[in-house]
């Protein structure tokens, strides 16, 4: 099986990779994660994944085990390697930055603050 690898968005078949990167330096408030969102058609924001400044990182259950949220904080960048997409991940995807207090870093409104970068669709095929 071929496996197509891209980054940054686009479309891609079932089954292929993608890779996502954001740079977050322009956001000068104090952080402690960087995070992925994402927004199918006509459903509402979603989080994706959470990585705190520790180093811990989170998932959706619709994605663990398929995509691996990183960090490079030399160059302020997150990434996000989606592996075995599936078409229901298809969606506007968006990162985030910010400081949320607890464990919920899913939940938008329990950030102290949150920016978000520009989003970049994914769309995959069957």
């Known amino acids: 099986q071929v496996q197509l690898v891209k980054s940054g968005g686009g479309s891609v078949q079932a089954g292929g990779s993608l890779v996502l990167s954001c740079d977050v330096s322009?956001?000068?408030?104090?952080?402690?994660?960087m995070a992925w969102f994402r927004q199918p058609p006509g459903k509402e924001r979603e989080g994706v994944a959470a990585?705190?400044?520790?180093?811990?990182?989170f998932y959706s259950n619709s994605v663990q085990g398929r995509f691996t949220i990183s960090q490079d904080n030399a160059k302020n960048t997150v990434y996000l390697q989606m592996r075995s997409v599936k078409p229901e991940d298809t969606a506007m995807y968006y990162c985030?930055?910010?400081?949320?207090?607890?464990?919920?870093?899913?939940?938008?409104?329990?950030?102290?603050?949150?920016?978000w970068g520009q989003g970049t669709q994914v769309t995959v095929s069957s």
């Open positions: 985030a930055t910010g400081f949320v207090g607890n464990d919920r870093w899913y939940d938008p409104r329990e950030y102290q603050h949150i920016n």
């Open positions: 322009r956001y000068s408030y104090s952080r402690n994660l």
């Open positions: 990585i705190y400044a520790s180093g811990v990182d």
